[in-house]
DNA sequence: ATTTATTTTCAGTAATTTTTGAAATTTCAA
DNA sequence: TTGAAATTTCAAAAATTACTGAAAATAAAT
């Protein structure tokens, strides 16, 4: 396979791939594209790269910003922005999930909590399912929570060092 | 807060919580129903509490179904179809895992396998970023299946144990 | 200060995904 | 068998999400 299609099918999967995890095709794509880039590139060469408008480029290139994953890149003597992706593939995994845990694992354990102290007697089967299952899932996402920041923290040697012992 | 309003709150939770990953909202919301729902529930009750159509509800339970976290349950003497979901949460995101690496990761290893192969001087910088590239998700991606195969194979209690030795 | 290049915004449009509901099919009791 | 109950299918409609492109704003050069 030649690099042009190689990087197009790349990029392609990225963006379904991407779907699949709640961030949108076009968003992954220029991901994806950065990811694969020698150099910095401009707004102008993902437009022409990937064939979008100049205000999807826009929007999705502060998204990924925001996201830590990309970052602006001034070049001396160019009035032109450029940018760049991160290229370690476990600080870019780091990111993903502490913006994720951020926003989704944290905001559903503290309504777990609410949900915990529910009124009711717990002898009635209906309060009783209720609440076992909210601390159940509570208990589990405490857990994950905590094996994340764990992993936010961690080089990438430990961890997979440390996870390989359990294979043995 | 009263039941109905925490049970109301779960459901729609859950729903939000599942658009973020993939899933539909009206399966979470089915899902989180049966989850929290002491008895089997029919397809009518289903359609009744959560205020959706039919098609929407069969759809949405069969795919439910498909990826093991919902039985059909026959009760002697009725005609009708009940529905139940597995309530142990550890089996739950056992099930999930399991579904969606079949489904994501497994097809983007080999995607990635073939993409490595990709011709050309590796001397040449593009050449290089993208093999990289691709190689540095590969095996990171790797890690990560054969850590979510353990994960799937183990108990709750050793693997939780295992994690908590960490953080000491 | 004025011009020109570049970036950002956002209302309107397009594409995609989800939902409905009625018809078709299946299941089972009589 | 027949037919009523239950389930499944799927084309069309609705809802949601993403994208475009032109205009506005900003930033640098003259």
Redesign the pocket.
Known sequence: MKLLEARQQFISSWGAFG?HWGI????AQIHALLLISADPL???DIMEQL????????????ELINWGLVERVLLSG????YFTAEKDIWKVVKLIVKERKKRELEPMLQLLDKLEKVEGDKRDKHVKTFVDTVSGIKKLGRQADKTLDMMIKAEESWFVGTMMKFFK
Chains 1, 2 share one sequence.
């Open positions: 779907t949108n095709r076009t968003m401009t707004q102008d064939n979008i408008s100049r205000g999807n480029t826009n929007m999705n290139i502060r160019e009035r032109k922005e």
